[in-house]
């Protein structure tokens, strides 16, 4: 079984240096991962910073970055931190997901089931 996914980011993280992250490899979610970071104080009354905190944690490599931290991932465009979240659902999800989606040829707008990755 296949518990680490490549990515590439739309844009990057740009580190302070200059230097441009685009990437990466995320692995399934534990049980632990997800009660740990509810646990941690920086989310308490925070929902939203729990994807912060999740998303430090699974993603385990980007670029040329020797650490992943809520720091960096608070420094993602906020294009980068949509594609994670959703990249996370997706791994991580019991089944497959539904997704809007617009025809590039017509426009016409209709939802597809993503196919369970493997």
Do not use: W
Not at 60 to 75: A, F, S, Y
Not at 97 to 109: K, T
């Amino acid at each position: 079984m296949e518990t680490t996914f490549t990515f590439t980011l739309p844009r990057g993280y740009v580190d302070p240096e200059g230097g441009r992250h685009r990437t990466g490899i995320m692995r399934l979610a534990t049980a632990r991962d997800e009660i740990e970071t509810m646990q941690d104080p920086r989310a308490a009354g925070n929902e939203p910073y729990l994807s912060v905190l999740l998303l430090s944690r699974v993603v385990t490599r980007l670029g040329e970055l020797e650490r992943m931290t809520p720091e960096v991932v608070e420094g993602l465009f906020a294009s980068d931190f949509a594609f994670l979240e959703d990249l996370y659902e997706r791994l991580n999800a019991p089944e497959p997901v539904l997704v809007g989606v617009s025809c590039p040829s017509c426009s016409a707008q209709f939802h597809v089931k993503t196919a369970m990755l493997e």
